[in-house]
């Protein structure tokens, strides 16, 4: 029989894959807001709702860890993998807050493009995350991750180009969406930096 190597403490990644589920919720939910821009102030609380329920995730993990004298991978990974986490949400519901107190009259279908590239990096974390236990079809999500990123910075570079040769008078307008773009694009970074933990964590332990 081959020696396994997380022998102990599965509820690790269970609680990592209840992150990631709501990390994705989030994301889910910042699409439906940008897609329907009505009842805005609402939609924002609902999602701080779910980022604080991230929270509690996150501290549980953390709680478990100080707690558990053996762990399934280096503790540091899961330090860094709980934080990491934890700001791919902290970021989607700053995205949604800024939409809010910045009251703007309605989404670019640019900032609608890139809030879709990050329900798609969400969908490939919360997969990547089912699979980390028996390193099952990471790198086809990793590799997903990276290049949504890519996409996301892609589009942000034009549409920050576009604000400032637009010679726009309506420097309030310009700086509200140059801070939208800027923290969407700051997201799929986010989830990036979780695909290359879950890389590392891969490479230490195959």
Known sequence: MAFSLFPKNDRFFDLFELSASNIR???EQLLLMVKDFSNIEEKAARLKDVESEGDQITHDIID???SSFITPIDR???YALAGKLDDVLDEIEGVASRLHLFAVQKPTPECIELVEIVVKAT???EKAIKGLKKYSGLKEFIVEIHSLENQADQITRKM????FQNGSSDVVNL???KEIY???EH?????EDVANIIEDIAVKNM
């Not at 920050?160 to 604000?163: G, I, K, N, R, S």
């Not at 997201?187 to 989830?191: K, L, P, Q, S």
Request: charged fraction near 25%.
């Open 175 to 177: 700086i509200k969406w």
């Open 123 to 125: 969908e490939a974390i």
């Open 182 to 184: 800027s923290r969407l």
């Open 160 to 163: 920050t180009a576009q604000l």
């Open 76 to 78: 540091e990974d899961i």
């Open 187 to 191: 997201t799929a970074d986010r989830c």
């Open 64 to 66: 478990f860890l100080n």
């Open 25 to 27: 919720l989030a994301a």
